[in-house]
Nanobody, 121 residues
Framework: QVQLVESGGGLVQPGGSLRLTCAGS????????MGWFRQTPGKEREFVGG????????IYAASVKGRFTISRDKARNMVYLQMNSLKPEDTAVYYC??????????????WGQGTQVTVSA
């Protein structure tokens, strides 16, 4: 089992950047596919992107492709979501998640508590 803690959320102006961090615990953390999701009130949780256990491949939702980048530091048990060119519609609670499945799957098993990102002038 793995425990996940997100940080780095906050208020940012449109066009700005923010980097979210997900800290993972457990000796097997480096073997998990890691993903990011987001959710706004009244809507279903939306897949943002994922990164393979070895960091060699990533996938992204069409809505964030070219603006968001996921990376991981296996030595530190960290996963990052770099968000650039932020838009008001990116406002949401962002969740980090872990999975045993390949990066092409959007089904995840373990979740963090979420961090709020607000994009507003």
């Amino acid at each position: 089992q793995v425990q996940l803690v997100e940080s780095g959320g906050g208020l940012v102006q449109p066009g700005g950047s923010l980097r979210l961090t997900c800290a993972g615990s457990g000796r097997t953390f480096s073997t998990y596919t890691m993903g990011w999701f987001r959710q706004t009130p009244g809507k279903e949780r939306e897949f943002v992107g994922g990164i393979a256990y070895n960091g060699d491949s990533q996938i992204y939702a069409a809505s964030v492709k070219g603006r968001f980048t996921i990376s991981r530091d296996k030595a530190r048990n960290m996963v990052y979501l770099q968000m650039n060119s932020l838009k008001p519609e990116d406002t949401a609670v962002y969740y980090c998640a872990a999975s045993w499945r390949p990066v092409t799957s959007t089904a995840y098993d373990y979740w963090g508590q979420g961090t709020q990102v607000t994009v507003s002038a």
